[in-house]
């Protein structure tokens, strides 16, 4: 076991919590890998809606999701830490006191500590398990909108009431030829003033009405709707729609690695971000702990917080507090643009 195939931290999920974890881990002068099942970072960022805003991030009033990606990726990678791609963690084995052995579908990946920044785990999207509707998936049928070029000039439907179905709704308003949202009940997960602007951008909102079926030949053509109360049909035009039903999450192999959890899905950590096991951290939508909230912002603090103190596990002579960053001075990318501009 050579000490140069150990690093200080392995980050286990490349979305936004995770990056930033990486620029922590660069900043307080430790090694670090971080792992991602995708063949691509930012997480539910990337996969789910690359192309909606975000506005909740502090100092970022609105950024579309996979520019923040991009911002991530490059204030987070730029300390060189280790990215691998297209690799799923399996097996979590203590070595000795002070290094795990992280068995993944790559190898063995040795590392003195872990953050697990994993989201909400592997996802998978709900289908309505309708072989007529199913036939058309990646030929007009999609579960989430990543390329918005895909819908333009097209009837577009959307099935389903939650944050994700209203804001592509008014997101491809303006793409597609028309826009109509069908949604099983008359209240809506998603929030208000996006439910709001439907009206404004011209959505065509079907309520109580779900999916019957979709016609065709190799492309969608048109898709059966019913009113759930009466059971009456409406036929609509249609060469494009959206499954948005929600996702069915789970943690995989990580359920299996002794973690303390909450409802198989939650890892529990204390204010450190420190598990039950030592060495081992979580932070992001993954943890939980009394008041959790998951947001992209708080995901940001508790991973700071979850690599300065792995810091002194790995060190104890070192400290958690890691200094203001005026003090620190700028990172390697920042200092070479300052030497540039001076």
């Known amino acids: ?3 140069n195939n150990i690093v200080d931290v392995t980050m286990i999920g490349a979305g936004p919590a995770g990056l930033f974890g990486c620029f922590w881990a660069g900043q307080r002068k430790m090694t670090a890998r971080i792992i991602e099942s995708l063949p691509e970072v930012g997480g539910q960022l990337t996969t789910l809606y690359p192309e909606k805003f975000i506005y909740d991030v502090g100092a970022i009033p609105k950024m579309l999701a996979k520019d923040m990606v991009k911002a991530c990726a490059d204030q987070g990678l730029q300390f060189g830490a280790e990215v691998c791609l297209e690799e799923e963690a399996r097996e979590l084995i203590k070595v000795d006191d002070k290094v795990w052995n992280l068995k993944t579908t790559k190898g063995d990946r040795l590392t003195r500590t872990v953050v697990i920044t994993a989201g909400v785990g592997a996802m998978a999207p709900r289908k309505l398990g309708d072989p007529a509707v199913e036939r058309f998936e990646g030929k007009g ?3 989430f909108a990543k390329n918005f070029e895909v819908f333009r000039g097209k009837n577009l439907l959307i099935v389903g ?3 994700s ?6 997101s491809l308003s303006g793409i597609a030829k028309t826009v109509t949202l069908a949604h099983r009940r008359d209240q809506f997960r998603a929030q208000p003033g996006s439910v709001e602007e439907m009206d404004k951008h011209g959505v065509r909102v079907l309520l109580f009405h779900e999916l ?3 016609r065709g030949g190799e492309f969608p053509e048109e898709a059966v709707v019913f009113q759930n109360k009466t059971n009456e049909e409406t036929t609509l035009p249609c060469e494009a729609l959206i499954l948005a ?3 069915k999450s789970d943690l995989g192999a990580i359920k299996e690695w ?3 959890l909450e409802g198989n899905r939650k890892i529990l950590v204390n204010t450190q971000m420190q598990t039950n096991l030592p060495g081992i951290y979580a932070a992001g939508d993954v943890s939980t702990f ?4 998951d947001l992209i912002a708080t995901g940001f603090g508790e991973v700071a917080v979850a690599v300065n103190d792995a810091k002194v596990y790995v060190d104890p002579t070192s400290r958690a507090f890691p200094g203001h960053s005026s003090e620190m001075g700028p990172p390697p990318g920042l200092q070479e643009k300052a030497k540039v501009a001076a």
């Open 245 to 247: 039903l929600g996702f």
């Open 1 to 3: 076991m050579a000490d």
């Open 212 to 214: 019957r079926t979709v």
């Open 141 to 143: 049928l999609y579960y």
């Open 161 to 163: 009431g939650g944050d």
């Open 165 to 170: 179905a209203v804001d592509w709704a008014n």
């Open 290 to 293: 009394p008041g959790k909230i």
């Open 258 to 260: 002794g973690l303390a």
